[in-house]
Structures are given as structure tokens and as C-alpha cells.
């Protein structure tokens, strides 16, 4: 009998471990999601400031992808740990297609040329960084690979939009390599397919490039010809850049922001009045109920789930209480936040920290939820 206690009290003492250390996870990845979403906001404002030619703004570049790889190595552990789902992002295509030549350039010999035609402000796409930078760089390498002595390798991507169709992306790359023949197309994208006439370890295969493109909603195409070369063709589903100014059409003119993380609270709110909103700041519940009631004309709301004094939740309970129909938007750190419970409070909609300040303005000019 005591011996069944002392393995059921063993159970329990590792079960509580578990819970304590999930518990620690959460919080720990919480509190790193509030340091990248100031930082993000940071660089965003300081690119406003400087010279888009100026030198720095390519180390703030630098930042803003390092900060996205931190992100999803967060995601990944939550994700392993069961806690959460991976999250797509907005991101910078010219930026991605920068840190794939820049890698790919330590891989080039003197026999290979490298040519680039990128359009300067390329569409935004919504994904995972890191899945696409491999996908890309992948198809880059065996590019390089597939030629034999001198050649020349291409990488291309532009926007293409018409008023019928939504904005693409199309970005290629192209060798002047050995070529694949039309038997071995057929098969190309098939699991563990190659043609390399030598087994190498690394690189990602064709099937797992085509799945992180279809993941993304878009296609992967290839043309090639024997002793010509080869080129795979990529389109992926596109945002177009917001324009600065706001529409004299919309609705929303002035925005009550509560987060009590200062450095986040003061660079969303410099943010949103570069883009000429009015912006009602608080640094806590609390405030953000007293800001809302001396304030009649508030069109929208930003509220972070943790504050102190008056939890977010509780200020939107409050908020439903007097307007039900005022949009308000929840910002949240934890990546496994339960959506459908803080909808039934009246939350129009969430997004989860860091995110792109590009994705904040879009849901602030689509506020008729």
C-alpha cells in the first residue's frame, strides 16, 4: 500500500513538473515576443527617419530578418512542447531574396556568373520565413550545381496585378546547366527523386520545395532543355504596399491603444500618427476604461490581453458593456491564445506578437469586420 502511495505520489510530483515547466515555456516565450514586437516597431520607426538610400537602413534590414528567425525558432519550440501552431507573417520579399543571394554568393566559383532582376518594391506575401528562404536557396543551389565548367545563373521575381485578378508574385531561377530531359521532369517533384549523379546529403528535394510552395497557396512550374539549362518558376499569392496617407473615405480617424509594455506603447502610437491617425495612449486597463469613457469619439481600439490593475479581457467587457459595436482589436503574446472564447466577448479581431506593422494598418483600414 505504501508503496503504491509513494509511485502515485511520484507521478504526481513529475506530472507537476511538467505543468510548472510548460507553464515557464509559455511565459518565457510571452515575454520574448514582447521584446521582438518593440524592437520590430523600433526599426519600422527609424526607417521612417532615415534616407531609404541611406547605408544603415541595410543593418536595420539585417535586424528585422533576425528578429523573424527568432520568431519562428520560438513557434518551433512551442510547437514541439504541443503548445500553439506555427503563425504566418508578412514578409518583405525583396529582403527574403536578399539574404538567399547573399548566402548564395560564399557558393559561387569564378566560372559562375550571377544575374539579378528584382523588382525594387516587390509585393508582401503572408508566410514562414525560413521555409521559403530554404526553398529558395535550395533551387539556387542546385543551380549552381547542374553546371559543369562556365555558365551563368539567373534569379528573377517581379509583381504582377491586374484589376481582374489578385497581385502575384513571381519570382524564377534559371541555369545555363546540364539540362533535365523530358522523362525525368515527369518524375522531378516526386519524394526522393534526383538528378544528381552523386548522392548529396544536404538540400531540401524538389518534393519537400514544392510542399513549402503549396503551403503558401501558390505553384512551382520548370521548363528545361537537355545541354540548355533549366528554369523553375515560382508564384505565390501577393499583398500590395499600403499607401502612407489614409483615405479621406475611412472611418476609423482616432485609435485608444492600452499595453503596458512602455517601449511598445510609445512606438505603435508614434506609428499610427505617421500614418495621421489620432492615438489615445494608456499604460494600463485601468486607464484605457478611464480614456474610453472621457472620450467620445474613439472609431477603434488596440487592447494587450496582459495589463496590470485591469486585464484586457476585462477591459473588453467593459467596453461591450457601453458600445457594441466599436472595433476592437486584441494583441496578444501567447501563441496559443483561445480565439474562438475571446471572439464570443465581442473581440473583432487578434493578432498575435510580434507582428508586421503593415498587417496592424490593414486590419485598422478593414475595420467593418
Same mark, same amino acid.
Given at each position: 500500500?505504501?508503496?503504491s502511495k509513494?509511485?502515485?505520489?511520484?507521478?504526481?510530483?513529475?506530472?507537476?513538473e511538467?505543468?510548472?515547466l510548460?507553464?515557464r515555456?509559455r511565459?518565457t516565450?510571452?515575454?520574448?515576443n514582447?521584446?521582438?514586437?518593440?524592437s520590430? $516597431?523600433?526599426?519600422?520607426?527609424i526607417?521612417q527617419?532615415?534616407?531609404?538610400?541611406d547605408k544603415?537602413q541595410?543593418?536595420?534590414t $539585417?535586424?528585422?530578418?533576425?528578429?523573424?528567425?527568432?520568431t519562428?525558432?520560438?513557434e518551433?519550440?512551442?510547437?514541439?512542447?504541443?503548445?500553439?501552431?506555427r503563425?504566418?507573417r508578412?514578409?518583405n520579399?525583396?529582403?527574403?531574396?536578399?539574404?538567399v543571394?547573399?548566402?548564395?554568393?560564399?557558393?559561387l566559383?569564378n566560372?559562375?556568373?550571377?544575374?539579378?532582376?528584382?523588382?525594387?518594391?516587390?509585393?508582401?506575401?503572408?508566410?514562414?520565413y525560413?521555409?521559403?528562404?530554404?526553398?529558395?536557396l $535550395?533551387?539556387?543551389?542546385n543551380?549552381?550545381?547542374?553546371?559543369?565548367?562556365?555558365g551563368?545563373v539567373t534569379?528573377?521575381?517581379?509583381n504582377?496585378?491586374?484589376?481582374r485578378?489578385?497581385p502575384?508574385?513571381v519570382?524564377?531561377v534559371?541555369?545555363?546547366g546540364?539540362?533535365?530531359?523530358?522523362?525525368?521532369?515527369k518524375s522531378?517533384f $516526386?519524394?526522393?527523386?534526383s538528378?544528381?549523379?552523386?548522392?548529396?546529403v544536404?538540400?531540401?528535394?524538389l518534393?519537400?520545395?514544392k510542399n513549402i510552395?503549396?503551403?503558401?497557396d501558390?505553384?512551382?512550374?520548370?521548363?528545361s532543355?537537355?545541354?540548355?539549362?533549366?528554369?523553375?518558376?515560382?508564384?505565390l499569392?501577393?499583398i500590395k504596399?499600403?499607401?502612407k496617407k489614409t483615405?479621406?473615405?475611412e472611418?476609423?480617424?482616432?485609435?485608444?491603444?492600452a499595453?503596458?509594455?512602455a517601449?511598445?506603447? &510609445?512606438?505603435?502610437?508614434?506609428?499610427? &500618427?505617421?500614418y495621421?491617425?489620432e492615438?489615445?495612449?494608456?499604460a494600463n486597463? &485601468?486607464?484605457?476604461?478611464?480614456?474610453?469613457? &472621457?472620450?467620445d469619439d474613439?472609431?477603434?481600439m488596440i487592447?494587450?490581453?496582459?495589463?496590470?490593475?485591469?486585464d484586457?479581457?476585462e477591459?473588453v467587457?467593459?467596453i461591450?458593456k457601453?458600445?457594441?459595436?466599436?472595433?476592437?482589436?486584441?494583441t496578444t503574446g501567447?501563441q496559443?491564445?483561445?480565439e474562438k472564447?475571446?471572439?464570443k466577448?465581442?473581440i473583432n479581431?487578434?493578432?498575435?506578437?510580434?507582428?508586421d506593422?503593415d498587417?496592424?494598418?490593414?486590419l485598422?483600414?478593414n475595420?467593418?469586420f
Open positions: 500500500m505504501n508503496k509513494r509511485k502515485t505520489s511520484s507521478l504526481k510530483s513529475k506530472e507537476d511538467i505543468i510548472s510548460n507553464i515555456i511565459q516565450a510571452h515575454d520574448l514582447n521584446i521582438l514586437t518593440s520590430n $516597431n523600433s526599426i519600422v520607426a526607417k527617419l532615415i534616407k531609404p538610400k544603415i541595410k543593418y536595420l $539585417n535586424i528585422e530578418t533576425n528578429s523573424i528567425r527568432a519562428e525558432l520560438i518551433e519550440l512551442l510547437v514541439s512542447e504541443g503548445i500553439g501552431k503563425i504566418k508578412r514578409i520579399v525583396n529582403d527574403l531574396i536578399d539574404d543571394i547573399r548566402t548564395l554568393r560564399g557558393s566559383g566560372d559562375i556568373e550571377l544575374n539579378i532582376s528584382i523588382t525594387k518594391n516587390l509585393y508582401k506575401i503572408d508566410g514562414f525560413s521555409d521559403l528562404y530554404r526553398a529558395l $535550395n533551387l539556387a543551389l543551380a549552381v550545381e547542374a553546371i559543369e565548367g562556365k551563368k534569379i528573377k521575381a517581379r504582377v496585378s491586374s484589376r485578378k489578385d502575384i508574385l519570382v524564377s534559371k541555369d545555363t546540364c539540362g533535365i530531359s523530358e522523362e525525368s521532369l522531378i $516526386n519524394e526522393g527523386y538528378t544528381k549523379k552523386k548522392k548529396v544536404s538540400g531540401l528535394g518534393s519537400i520545395v510552395i503549396e503551403v503558401h501558390g505553384e512551382i512550374s520548370v521548363k532543355k537537355v545541354g540548355k539549362g533549366t528554369e523553375f518558376i515560382i508564384t499569392p501577393a504596399s499600403l499607401k483615405s479621406k473615405k472611418k476609423v480617424k482616432k485609435i485608444l491603444i499595453e503596458d509594455e517601449p511598445i506603447l &510609445e512606438s505603435i502610437c508614434y506609428l499610427l &500618427e505617421s495621421d491617425y492615438t489615445v495612449c494608456a486597463g &485601468e486607464l484605457a476604461i478611464q480614456q474610453f469613457d &472621457e472620450n474613439i472609431d477603434l487592447i494587450d490581453k496582459f495589463m496590470p490593475i485591469v484586457g479581457l477591459v467587457k467593459n461591450r457601453k458600445n457594441k459595436v466599436i472595433p476592437i482589436i486584441l501567447l496559443d491564445a483561445d472564447e475571446f471572439k466577448l465581442g479581431k487578434i493578432i498575435k506578437k510580434p507582428y506593422f498587417l496592424m494598418i490593414e485598422i483600414r475595420s467593418a
